[in-house]
């Protein structure tokens, strides 16, 4: 393996991690402000850290007139259209559900990558992909599983999810010309605008008359630091190397961490079920990235 791949898995991982523990931090946030109210939040801090940051060290890139609607369409799948869909739809649907709906991400990211990125789909690939997919089931299904959810609910669900990979397909074509922290800058300073005429019509009030705790606060500021930043900014390096299959089969990561940072913050036990999942999608992965050597 390479020096550029292994810097690739080491930032895809991490930011896996961030968007793991942004579950836990969402439900604190959830305590005073409602869904729409803590993206919205969220995303004004983290636009106004990272211009910042781009204006004070002097790297902030003016975008070309010609990538406007990229940068346009990029934040309409991210942060607009999946927040949306994730948001209202864990509303409808258990969150069992959700984590089957979402962790079938690697196998749309396949194949829209194939379709639209001629992108090569190894068998290996294919492999790796099953078994993590397979692992990611062992750690979710308990006492078996019977399906009693809302269509809508689902329907939300996969509009996340479709999200996602629009987002990945776009952000392939982004990443090629500028860099990772002014992509993520500009796409969260669109999304703030975006939000902002729902967050007006259904949230404000609720949020003059709320009591707003320093949890909920905190959990907001970590949300916009590691979840809506620094997460989005390490995924974007690795995409660039790693392609839009490779970089989406580590989504199915982010359950094993969440089961993990639950049991280590929140004293939630992780039996042998979850276990045994936990280790079949880090098999998956591997397998995934195992190329074969050229005779």
Known sequence: MSKI??????????????????????????ESFGPITTVFLRLIISAVLLFVFLIISRRLTKIKKEDYKLILLLSF?????????????????????????????????????????????????IIGMAISFFGVGTMIFENGFELKASLLGILLMFVAVLSTIGYSLTLKKVA??????????????????????????????????????????????????????????LFTKALKNLGVTKSNMFINLIPVFTAIFAWWLRGDVIDGQKAIGIVIVVSGLFVSQIKKKKQ
């Open 5 to 30: 791949n292994k810097s690739s898995i080491i930032f895809i991982i991490a930011s896996m991690i961030c968007w793991a523990f942004s579950f836990v931090w969402v439900k604190v946030a959830y």
């Open 77 to 125: 799948f991210e942060p607009f259209m999946y927040f949306m869909g994730e948001s209202f739809g864990m509303q409808l649907v258990s969150s069992t559900l959700a984590a089957v709906i979402i962790s079938t991400i690697p196998l749309f990211a396949t194949l829209f990558a194939f379709l639209f990125l001629k992108e090569r789909i190894t068998p290996l690939a």
């Open 176 to 233: 090629e010309k500028y860099s990772p922290v002014n992509i993520i800058a500009y796409q969260n300073f669109v999304g703030i605008f975006m939000f902002l005429p729902f967050f007006m019509m259904w949230e404000y009030k609720e949020v003059q008359e709320a009591t707003l705790t320093s949890n909920s606060w905190w959990a907001i500021i970590q949300l916009a630091v590691f979840a809506s930043s620094l997460a989005f900014i």
